[in-house]
């Protein structure tokens, strides 16, 4: 078994079609660090909640990034469109000639083992940093990171997986969706435009739990 913390069910739901062990809910509501990556933001979530929990966990963090304004909104996607507001940022957006953009999503996964079985081992000159998904040129990541120690001595590793999908900013278009997904295009529509099946099947939480998954299914515990 593995803890999704989370309040949405509807995630819990979405992941357990992609892991083979049955995943729980867990309500823990984290204090989100102020960062400038979604998996510096990730990692974080995933230390404080197994401390929490004292169990294996994942949680996920997710947000648009525009090419042009230098990755934000990122991190901050939920302060933005609270305080801004999603057309605010569609124009803020079309001003540019590049608008690019892409919707991604980290899963970050916590155990305290300090993974001994996993392919590449911990970093360990790396204490106290968040490496960010983005770091290794745009590649999608597995890599390992933690901070400090949990309180006993032991090191707690985090492992991320980041799931990407492209896209353009347009104008506001259809009904559908929430957030950002009226003014997120992608193959011809946007987000907003999609049933849930066709959103789903291009989900950048869905790549990102896919990769998790692939991972978590190789690991010996």
Known sequence: MVTFVTTNPGKVHEAQEYL????????????????????????????????????????????????????????????????????????????????????????AYCDGTGFAATPEPVDRERRGQDQAADERAGATTDEQVHEGNDGSGAALSVKLFEGVVPGTVVEPRGEGGFGYDPIFEHAGQTFAEMDTEEKNAVSHRGRALAKFAEWYASVDR
């Open 20 to 107: 083979d062990t049955p995943v729980e809910q867990l309500d823990f509501d984290y204090l989100e660090p102020q960062a400038d990556s979604l998996a510096a933001v990730a990692a974080h979530g995933a230390r404080e909640a197994y401390r929490h929990a004292d169990e294996p966990v994942f949680v996920d963090d997710s947000g648009l990034t525009v090419d042009a304004l230098g990755g934000f909104p990122g991190p901050y996607s939920a302060y933005v469109e609270d305080r801004v507001g999603v057309e605010r940022v569609s124009r803020l957006a079309r001003e540019e000639t590049d608008r690019s953009a892409a919707f991604r999503c980290v899963v």
